[in-house]
């Protein structure tokens, strides 16, 4: 659209270059010089429209004219669009357009217009609206700039000449259509004795000795300028190269000579000791192989390179031994079969060195001859010697040694071992119950002293029992023959067949027999490990046996032969027509109770009879203490205050203790005597003061308390009573009783109190009155 618009602008801008070459402006043509009856086309005049940028000239610049060949007095020019106005503004009267703004081309490089020819007063179209176009001619005033102001890059190292190393690019924001005025110009100014940059901006390398062990990063400057344009203006950037590594460096080891120092004890696969090299190469690119120059321990060491640290690590391959070998002397080497020779100067001949290995000696654990023992023994035997195990102490001294059986591995405790290490049973094995039996056996080693020094070592020993025919033969499975009352002579009854607990050979044979002849049944051997029995002579008498039990006899063909009885239980059934059983008894079976479970039961009977005993004393006891308490406040002790201590157990003369003797001889209250004018013993007792009626008192119990008291102070004649009476208060059935120590001379109770007639005078009363005498009781 734009190219069909500007060859439109084109060729309007021809049309009126002719009609002013045709027409004066300054002399108006006179009216008779027009044709008459020519029709005059209306089209659009303009020149080409450009402007240069960034021009140096006052504001605004004339850009061109827009002429139409309307030719009115009240024609007006108009400018239409996006610029329209604020870049770009047209003379209403001349059509002349200028540009009140520098431009610059690297920003917009043309501008699309609108241009309008309108009535002055109407503001009609007088003509169609026309689109033109301004370009901006470009001057070279851009200078190049890299994208980056750094560049990280990367080369082999040893690479050789013209080896590209980065592309680098420069912008230069002028028309590129122009001749030279995006030329962009590169080179170095940093690093040009290393590397190169070519026109197109490729960094390439100048030097094939680049090492990265010498040097490893480089950094150059790379300048850009433009070839036609502002001079003294170019654009800069940085470079950063790192050479990358290749193998080209030999391992050389840091010593000559290594020395180490080791335990014979040491386990196959530990490291022993490590060896250095010196590789400056990355550890990627470490590819060092270690072996032994001399053969004669490359079956003992081997050594593992490790790259992160530069180093070898030997490990042991089999064990070593201080009483063999105590030191290993040998060659190694250390190669790289992985380097590239192109990149090698010369060959280095500091890769070999000197290994030298001492073994010390260490204490060690007895060693048994063999890993594992194998014996057999014969069943039902007892052998003083059914193998022997042998260690000996691998170390200088030559300690000796003590055998013993884990009892953990001889749970039974069969076996036994001697100090020679030979092994015995004590008692006979079973083949059917033990097969095999696996012992461990250590072996600790003794000092002088025949103690043992802490180092002790195992061995698993296999002793299979081997088998004797020690076991009849018997049924293969239990069998339940029946057969019908009416069965006809040679009726097939059952057929049986033997197994034996021992090891049963192919040619084993069974031969199976009757151990009576007195019967209705015949037995049939068939040769083949199997019996018949069959109906001898037919018909059962169910009223006389309804069961009955066979002894069959079966051998075996072993040595020596042996022979078992087996019990079968023939059950004899009534049948029907088509000879289906229609009524038998069951065969009692027999049931048998083990000894743990009679001793259960024991245990349970006991259990339960104790418990009934103790419920039947408990009652017992519950009844006599009930029948106690009914007497027992009856016989309370005197707890009156006395003016005076008295004399202790001597001091008879306070009460009078007869009262309580016949209570406890008699049986039966004392008559009372007669009033005697003599005042009571209890009313010569001082009682402590009462309070006044009106006083506050103490409570409901405390007024029972004074009451019982008063009861017995003036109770002459009876037995002396317990001024604190009212614990019976609480009733014959609480379960608190009496408090009184009199009661504790019951025939119920278990201590015997006749130790206190060796006590002496003093307690001769206490001893009267809780001693006990088997002649008499004390009756309540």
Not at 299 to 318: A, C, L, V, W, Y
Not at 346 to 358: D, F, G, Q, Y
Not at 525 to 536: G, L, P, R, W, Y
Not at 647 to 652: C, I, L, P, Q, R
Request: glycine share 6%.
């Amino acid at each position: 659209m734009q190219v069909f618009v500007m060859l439109l602008a084109a060729g309007g801008t021809c049309l009126g270059l002719l009609a002013a070459a045709a027409v004066n402006p300054d002399q108006p043509n006179p009216p008779s010089s027009l044709p008459i009856h020519r029709r005059q086309k209306r089209d659009w005049i303009w020149n080409q429209m450009h402007i240069d940028e960034e021009k140096n000239g006052s504001l605004p610049h004339y850009v061109g004219k827009i002429k139409s060949s309307v030719n009115r007095k009240n024609t007006k020019y108009q400018l239409k669009g996006e610029s329209a106005g604020k870049v770009f503004q047209v003379d209403e009267s001349t059509g002349d357009v200028y540009a009140f703004e520098r431009l610059d081309r690297e920003k917009i490089s043309e501008y699309h217009l609108i241009a309008l020819v309108v009535d002055k007063n109407t503001e009609k179209n007088l003509e169609s609206p026309s689109s033109f176009t301004i370009k901006v001619h470009d001057i070279n005033d851009n200078w190049p700039v890299f994208t980056h102001r750094v560049f990280n890059a990367s080369v082999p190292e040893m690479s050789g000449i013209g080896t590209s190393v980065i592309q680098l690019t420069a912008m230069d924001a002028d028309d590129p259509t122009v001749a030279d005025h995006a030329s962009v110009v590169y080179q170095l100014l940093k690093g040009e004795e290393h590397f190169s940059i070519r026109g197109s901006g490729l960094i390439v390398t100048a030097n094939k000795n680049l090492d990265r062990e010498k040097q490893a990063k480089y950094e150059i400057v790379v300048e850009a300028r433009d070839a036609q344009g502002l001079r003294g203006e170019s654009g800069t950037a940085t470079v950063l190269i790192s050479l990358q590594d290749v193998n080209d460096n030999f391992p050389i080891f840091t010593q000559s000579r290594y020395i180490f120092s080791v335990p014979e004890d040491i386990r196959v696969g530990s490291p022993l000791g490590s060896l250095f090299v010196e590789d400056p190469d990355e550890p990627q690119n470490r590819k060092t192989k270690y072996s032994i120059v001399q053969g004669e321990y490359r079956d003992t060491f081997t050594i593992e390179p490790d790259p992160s640290r530069n180093e070898g690590i030997i490990k042991p391959m089999k064990p070593l031994d201080y009483e063999r070998i105590r030191q290993y002397s040998f060659t190694i080497e250390a190669t790289d079969p992985t380097i590239d020779l192109r990149y090698l100067s010369s060959t280095s001949t500091k890769n070999i060195a000197r290994v030298i290995i001492n073994v010390t000696d260490v204490d060690e654990p007895p060693t048994f001859q063999q890993p594992f023992y194998h014996f057999q023994l014969r069943e039902n035997q007892k052998k003083p010697l059914i193998g022997s195990v042998l260690a000996v102490d691998p170390d200088a001294a030559k300690r000796s040694i003590r055998y013993s059986i884990r009892r953990t591995s001889d749970k039974g405790q069969f076996f036994g071992i001697t100090k020679q290490g030979n092994i015995y049973n004590e008692k006979e094995l079973d083949r059917e119950v033990y097969p095999w039996c696996n012992l461990t056996v250590e072996a600790k080693e003794l000092d002088s002293s025949g103690t043992p020094t802490g180092k002790e070592s195992i061995v698993q020993v296999h002793i299979e029992v081997l088998d004797e025919n020690d076991n009849a033969p018997e049924f293969a499975k239990p069998y339940e023959p029946k057969v019908c009352e009416n069965a006809a002579q040679g009726k097939l009854v059952v057929q049986i067949s033997a197994i034996d607990k021992d090891i049963t050979p192919r040619d084993v044979k069974f031969k199976f027999s009757l151990s009576t002849e007195d019967s209705n049944f015949t037995l049939t051997d068939n040769h083949d490990n199997t019996a018949n029995i069959t109906v001898k002579y037919g018909y059962f008498d169910r009223e006389r046996a309804k069961v009955h039990h066979l002894p069959v006899l079966i051998s075996d063909n072993g040595r020596p032969s042996l022979t078992g009885t087996s019990m079968l239980d023939v059950t004899v059934c009534k049948c029907n027509e088509r000879g289906e059983f229609t009524l038998c008894e069951e065969v009692a079976a027999q049931v048998g109770v083990s000894i743990q479970a009679l001793v259960a039961i024991f245990l349970c009977i006991l259990t339960i009879t104790v418990i009934t005993l103790l419920i039947i004393l408990r009652r017992r006891l519950r009844k006599q203490a009930r029948a106690h308490g009914k007497s027992v406040p009856e016989i309370h002790e005197q707890l009156v205050t006395y003016d005076e201590e008295g004399g202790g157990e001597m001091d008879t003369t306070s009460y009078d203790v007869s009262v309580l003797n016949s209570v406890r001889h008699g049986g039966t209250k004392p008559p009372r005597p007669a009033l005697d004018t003599r005042p009571s013993l209890y009313a010569q007792v001082q009682k402590p003061p009462r309070h006044a009626p009106g006083a506050h008192g103490p409570g409901e119990m405390a007024a029972m308390i004074e009451v019982k008291k008063d009861e017995a102070d003036h109770d002459g004649g009876g037995p002396p009573y317990d001024t604190l009476h009212i614990y019976g208060y609480e009733g014959a059935e609480s379960i608190a009783e009496s408090l009184s120590s009199l009661g504790t001379d019951s025939s119920d109770s278990d201590i015997d109190y006749d130790f206190l007639n060796d006590w002496g005078p003093r307690f001769k009363m206490l001893a009267e009155l809780y001693g006990s005498d088997p002649r008499e009781e004390l009756v309540y």
